[in-house]
């Protein structure tokens, strides 16, 4: 037996692996991972992979980074944690001082929670408090846009509209406003990003018009709609919100936990629509890929809302054990200084340059509706035909077929659904892109060549992408 199938055994004696069919295993393997370096990962039995998808979006710089782990290792000697009600500690401080100085101008405050989904939980009730304390307990109500993902707590889940993981708990959901997105795969042919998004603001507009009386805030995941199949629109669309929001007088959330940090070609992708969001939730790469660790940021207005005396519960009752943790601020800390001292930004323009030059072939692949890029997030979509873009059926899982090609030739690609994508390290090199371009299409070739079964009803879940 070897290391890996050792490991693997032990593995599923004990383990319920997330976003996963367990009965999946009986056939497909799980792979145990000893150790990382750079943009790889290496098995127990010396096999490497390329991580291609930043290990669900969030390394940044690479596994094993050397200047992130000596941050955390000098931390680790001066203070593992503390509680942060009446306590706080330097890199907290820090960290809040770096968030608010490179964010877009007007967030001043920082509000800590461990992850993503909790991050959104805070956005979320922080808004509706923030309009009981002003008077307003009608506005309790949140605007998001179709195919959106924002995590899987059940308030962000019911801003989310993905009906494969919110249907079984409507029960326990919130009720929103959901809003038809701007994403740009639909538009008609001979249409603009631009004009197909500011075309598809006239539903937003229409819904603020309508119910802006009872809406706390609208909620959106900036250019980049991920889970959904990292689907794209354009930055109009934002600036238009941002606007309309003013005049309704309604919160705007920035959902940039996926799309923050370099994601999009600048460090956060508001930055292209030149919006300050009310609410704007950070996690993932934050700490380069490290440690559970999420921001909230928002304004001095929202934070004066909740400033009072004790005794009249206006504060903002809201609590993680693991808040602000010094450990997880390090790491943030260290990811801060190389966007800094590097000029990654720039840096990237050139790799997301060599994305889109690898996979230019695939725009003539029959079975490739669009190649779409924004920033180092690139995404190739896979159909039965390419005219009408009709999708392969989900159950036939086309993309598990591309993953499990890659994994053989030695690259972590995991596919949404149909959809095919890069979102790698920013440490990758022009080689290795054209490594998993070489991987991507070989896979999507074997993916594709097999017709599509008549068995399958599509009808179920028409919209079905799995999350990564």
Not at 244 to 255: E, F, G, M, P, T
Not at 300 to 306: E, G, R
Not at 338 to 356: G, Q, S, T, W, Y
Request: aromatic share 10%.
């Amino acid at each position: 037996m070897s290391l890996n199938d050792a490991w693997m055994q032990r593995d599923l004696a004990v383990l319920w692996h997330p976003c996963t069919q367990m009965k999946d295993h009986e056939k497909l393997p799980v792979i145990p991972i000893k150790r990382g370096e750079g943009v790889w990962l290496e098995d127990f039995d010396g096999k490497r992979y390329l991580d291609a998808v930043s290990s669900w979006w969030v390394n940044a710089f690479g596994h094993a980074n050397p200047r992130i782990n000596q941050r955390i290792k000098d931390q680790l000697d001066q203070l593992e944690h503390v509680i942060l009600a009446g306590f706080g500690h330097q890199p907290v401080i820090e960290l809040s001082e770096r968030l608010v100085a490179v964010t877009p101008p007007g967030l001043e405050r920082v509000f800590y929670a461990d992850n993503g989904s909790s991050c959104i939980e805070v956005a979320l009730k922080m808004s509706y408090h923030y309009w009981r304390n002003h008077g307003h307990s009608e506005k309790k109500r949140f605007v998001t846009l179709t195919n959106s993902y924002h995590g899987e707590t059940v308030a962000a889940m019911s801003v989310g509209d993905v009906s494969l993981f919110t249907d079984t708990y409507k029960p326990l959901l919130l009720d929103t406003l959901k809003v038809p997105s701007p994403d740009c795969y639909l538009r008609p042919d001979g249409v603009s990003w631009e004009a197909h998004s500011r075309l598809m603001f006239a539903h937003m507009e229409q819904t603020l018009a309508e119910h802006h009386h009872e809406v706390a805030a609208v909620i959106v995941e900036p250019l980049i709609q991920g889970a959904c199949g990292m689907r794209m629109y354009h930055p109009i669309y934002l600036t238009l919100l941002r606007e309309a929001c003013d005049r309704y007088n309604v919160h705007l959330i920035a959902d940039e936990i996926a799309v923050g940090f370099g994601r999009t070609g600048t460090l956060f992708a508001c930055e292209q629509a030149g919006i300050t969001p009310d609410f704007m939730c950070l996690s993932k790469a934050l700490t380069g890929g490290y440690l559970p660790l999420a921001a909230c940021l928002t304004t001095d207005d929202v934070y004066q809302a909740f400033y009072d005396e004790y005794d009249t519960l206006r504060a903002f009752l809201h609590s993680h054990s693991y808040t602000g943790n010094p450990l997880a601020c390090a790491a943030a800390l260290a990811t801060l200084d190389i966007f800094r001292d590097d000029d990654v930004i720039n840096a990237n323009k050139k790799l997301a340059a060599r994305m889109a030059q690898s996979t230019e072939h695939l725009k003539d692949h029959p079975h490739i509706a669009e190649v779409r890029q924004t920033g180092m997030a690139i995404a190739m979509e896979m159909v039965q035909d390419k005219a009408s873009k009709t999708a392969y059926p989900w159950q036939e899982r086309r993309g598990l077929a591309v993953y499990q090609h890659a994994l053989s030739r030695g690259a972590l690609l995991r596919p949404l659904g149909n959809v095919v994508y890069f979102l790698p390290p920013y440490v990758i090199s022009e080689e290795q892109i054209d490594f998993l371009a070489e991987v991507a299409t070989e896979g999507i070739d074997q993916a594709t060549s097999k017709k599509v079964s008549v068995a399958v009803n599509a009808a179920l879940y028409p919209d079905f992408t799995h999350p990564g």
